[in-house]
């Protein structure tokens, strides 16, 4: 079965720091991947997604995720953090099994971003 | 577009009574579905519908029922609320299946049960 793993339920960073949250999925075959953001109660909202075409995906609010098929991983990270950026972070995967597009997510990497 | 809304937003019930979580979009998408998030679980799928007329259950559809009324909407329905499923609910819609569009998600609505 599909899975993914989030390393690190809760990442600090200082302001201006790199951000780096960790997302490894385990799939015979590269599934499409995503990277969604939640702000405190509020839904999710996607930052960038994986599917197929370049290994160095770009998102929202600058950052950006790079697939790594020997690795099996799908990493995000931000060369500066900023205090707007603390948020629980959700990698997902979506295998191409069944064509319903379902999303399996990790269970969320909470960052801090401190002064 | 108001996108994905959800209703209520809160609530609270006692085990054993019912309530239904609405969930409608404006985007017309062919595919809806319904998460459950639990702190340090991520989020778990418990229902979707590919398309109007259809659905199938996903992770966790055990004390759950839905009913996709039209396009727009699709509902999720406890029977007989347990503490287990206090939660938050998050419904999510999608243009198409089998493509790379990506899901839209809804607000959310946070159950209690005591």
């Known amino acids: 079965a599909q899975s993914v793993t989030q390393l690190g339920s809760h990442v600090s960073v200082s302001e201006g720091a790199l951000v780096l949250l960790r997302c490894n999925y385990s799939s015979s075959v590269p599934p499409y991947l995503f990277w969604y953001v939640q702000y405190p109660n509020q839904g999710l909202q996607l930052l960038l997604k994986?599917?197929?075409?370049?290994?160095l995906v770009k998102g929202i609010n600058g950052f950006e995720a790079e697939f790594k098929k020997s690795e099996t991983s799908f990493h995000l990270t931000k060369p500066s953090a900023h205090m707007s950026d603390a948020a629980e972070y959700f990698c997902a995967v979506c295998p191409f099994s069944g064509g319903y597009n379902k999303l399996i997510f990790g269970a969320g990497t909470r960052l801090a971003v401190h002064p | 577009n108001a996108g994905v809304t959800q209703t209520p937003k809160f609530q609270v019930l006692k085990t054993g009574q019912s309530m239904t979580l609405q969930c409608a979009q404006d985007m017309n998408h062919n595919s809806m579905y319904w998460y459950r998030q639990d702190p340090g679980m991520g989020l778990r799928l418990i229902y979707y519908s590919a398309s109007e007329g259809t659905t199938d259950k996903g992770e966790v559809p055990n004390g759950y029922n839905v009913s996709r009324l039209n396009k727009r909407e699709f509902s999720l329905r406890l029977e007989s609320a347990a503490p287990s499923q206090t939660s938050v609910y998050f419904c999510?819609?999608?243009?198409?299946?089998?493509?790379?569009?990506?899901?839209?998600f809804g607000p959310g609505t946070r159950l209690t049960v005591l």
């Open positions: 999510a819609s999608l243009p198409r299946t089998g493509g790379t569009d990506t899901q839209y």
């Open positions: 994986y599917t197929s075409a370049a290994t």
